[in-house]
């Protein structure tokens, strides 16, 4: 009988009566990177019975976002359930940089150990001379032979120990700084890395026996990209040149290797809700007194009602070809896609991976910008056209024109204007110069009036050996007072906006030529006064 109720708790343990979890590996096929966020699609294969099973796919990160988990299959299986959980007793297998770091660490653990025991030997051996000064008996006399050889041996070899151990210290010393910097980087990085796996549990109910294709898809948070620009001009009669890049930066706590990416111009942590507007009322102001326990009470009744903020995904599973060395872009209702043609590694550290999308020509037309009031230097900018069909977004641009980089610039697409202005750097050879003309200033008083003059020359030239086009500001000022007048006398044919006071010439500059316009103004206003700001 005992022997019965054992090989019945034997059985009631082995795999062929009890159902038991099984685990599956998975890659990482792709990625669609949104600019806040990413998610992750995983394949996953694995051998099955008939009837009911649970496969875990395990070694996920802990952040990702459980209502976004999908999973589907190919195979003749029902898919009866998918559910989430962490695992805080297995860890990720530790990245190939973190396991050198690792070992490096216990390498110089070991080195200055062995070190500091062979320090403490020369100490041993210094102690034991040190402790048998004494030559010979005390009644035997030794010559001076003698007594010069064991000096001497005294000597060289407490020379030599006391040599030893300075060097046995400077290398400690040198081995624990490079163990502290090492320790740094090693925690650095493997702070990034939750040490909490994250499991997809999913419960199938298979016909018969075979293999399963399983796919899995879910969001992280802790994932994004960034455009970026390189603008190359060549000359001021040809197109520019622009790159589209990103940088994809991501600290899930798994490395992206080898994986196809899609860059989403999406936002799915923007939510896609409508905002809905509420009546606006208007009423006199009543102030009433409310007792603590009613604010108490309406506190918790606007929390209770507060709406819940919309953390979901966008799903974006449009499948695409792709072509090497080539970007697939795919615009649907709500959003651009670039589907890039080369696999890239994205390591979990936080550092951003530059990653080609595109390149473009652009047309446009040059011309040079100054404002000397604020700057004697004159800035080329190029005018581009056509802009808005090459799905750009706000970003730094890096600026290079002749192949000489000029510096950095803004590209701001958001604006509403059909022309896309990139200022590309300063230009010496446009010698701009701004004085204060002393014939046109003057300052006097007519009855119960000031009246104060100042008149300004800007000069232009043009070193250049081409034509070139240039577009000069100034401003007269603006007054905010009744009593204050401003009137403009003379502007060389500027352009004059009178509510913002500038002033703007446009003209044409052959090589060598030099250009001057000159302006006056006349403020008017009581002389009892003080005016400021002129």
């Given at each position: 009988m005992k022997k019965l109720i054992v090989f019945a708790a034997?059985?009631?343990?082995?795999?062929?009566?009890?159902?038991?979890?099984?685990?599956?590996?998975?890659?990482?096929?792709?990625?669609?990177?949104f600019l806040n966020r990413a998610q992750i699609n995983r394949s996953a294969a694995a051998r099955i019975d008939g009837g009911r099973s649970t496969l875990i796919i395990g070694g996920l990160t802990s952040r990702l976002d459980p209502q976004s988990v999908q999973v589907s299959g190919t195979g003749r299986f029902t898919i009866l359930g998918v559910s989430h959980r962490q695992n805080f007793l297995n860890e990720f297998t530790l990245p190939a940089r973190l396991r050198v770091l690792k070992d490096s660490v216990q390498l110089i653990r070991d080195q200055i150990q062995m070190i500091q025991a062979n320090k403490e030997i020369a100490n041993k051996e210094e102690q034991l001379i040190l402790a048998n000064q004494k030559i010979g008996g005390q009644n035997q006399n030794l010559s001076v032979q003698e007594l010069k050889a064991m000096a001497d041996f005294f000597r060289t070899r407490l020379s030599e120990i006391a040599?030893?151990?300075?060097?046995?210290?400077?290398?400690?010393?040198?081995?624990?700084?490079?163990?502290?910097?090492?320790?740094?980087?090693?925690?650095?990085?493997?702070?990034?890395?939750?040490r909490n796996t994250s499991e997809v549990v999913v419960s199938i109910d298979a016909e018969a026996a075979g293999n399963v294709q399983l796919t899995l898809s879910y969001v992280v948070a802790n994932a994004?990209?960034?455009?970026?620009?390189?603008?190359?001009?060549?000359?001021?009669?040809?197109?520019?040149?622009?790159?589209?890049k990103a940088n994809v930066y991501q600290s899930t706590g798994e490395d992206w290797n080898n994986v196809r990416l899609t860059l989403s111009t999406g936002?799915?942590?923007?939510?896609?809700?409508?905002?809905?507007?509420?009546?606006?009322?208007?009423?006199?102001y009543q102030p009433v007194v409310r007792s603590p326990r009613y604010l108490e009470k309406?506190?918790?009744?606007v929390a209770a009602a507060a709406p819940v903020a919309d953390d979901g995904y966008l799903n974006t599973s449009t499948a695409a070809r792709t072509v090497a060395d080539a970007v697939n872009v795919v615009e649907s209702s709500l959003m651009t896609q670039f589907v890039?043609?080369?696999p890239y590694s994205v390591a979990s550290t936080g550092t951003p991976t530059l990653v080609d999308i595109a390149a473009h020509s652009v047309n446009a037309s040059f011309k040079y910008a100054a404002a000397p009031k604020l700057d004697n230097d004159a800035f080329l900018i190029a005018n581009a056209s056509g802009w808005e069909a090459l799905n750009l977004l706000p970003g730094e641009a890096n600026v290079f024109m002749e192949g000489a980089f000029v510096g950095k610039t803004y590209i701001n697409p958001q604006q509403i204007t059909d022309t896309l202005f990139i200022s590309?750097?300063?230009?010496?050879?446009i010698v701009v110069k701004r004085e204060k003309v002393k014939d046109l200033t003057s300052r006097r008083a007519i009855g119960s009036s000031q009246r104060e003059t100042s008149g300004f020359e800007i000069s232009v030239r043009n070193t250049r050996n081409e034509t070139v086009t240039v577009l000069l500001e100034d401003h007269i000022p603006v007054s905010q007072n009744s009593q204050i007048e401003v009137s403009l006398q003379e502007s060389s044919n500027a352009r004059y906006d009178a509510v913002t006071?500038?002033?703007?010439?446009?003209?044409?500059?052959?090589?060598?030529?030099q250009r001057k316009v000159t302006y006056k103004f006349e403020v008017k206003y009581p002389k009892d006064k003080t005016i400021s700001g002129l």
């Open positions: 034997i059985a009631l343990c082995s795999p062929a009566v009890a159902q038991t979890e099984k685990r599956v590996d998975s890659r990482i096929e792709n990625v669609t990177v040599e030893l151990k300075m060097k046995h210290d400077k290398r400690i010393t040198q081995l624990n700084e490079t163990l502290v910097k090492v320790q740094r980087q090693f925690q650095e990085q493997n702070d990034l890395l939750q994004g990209w960034a455009p970026l620009y390189d603008i190359r001009g060549e000359s001021t009669n040809k197109p520019l040149k622009l790159q589209y936002n799915p942590a923007l939510g896609g809700v409508k905002p809905e507007l509420g009546p606006w009322y208007l009423d006199f309406a506190q918790m009744e890039i043609g080369l590309m750097g300063r230009d010496k050879r006071g500038k002033l703007i010439w446009e003209f044409t500059l052959k090589p060598q030529e």
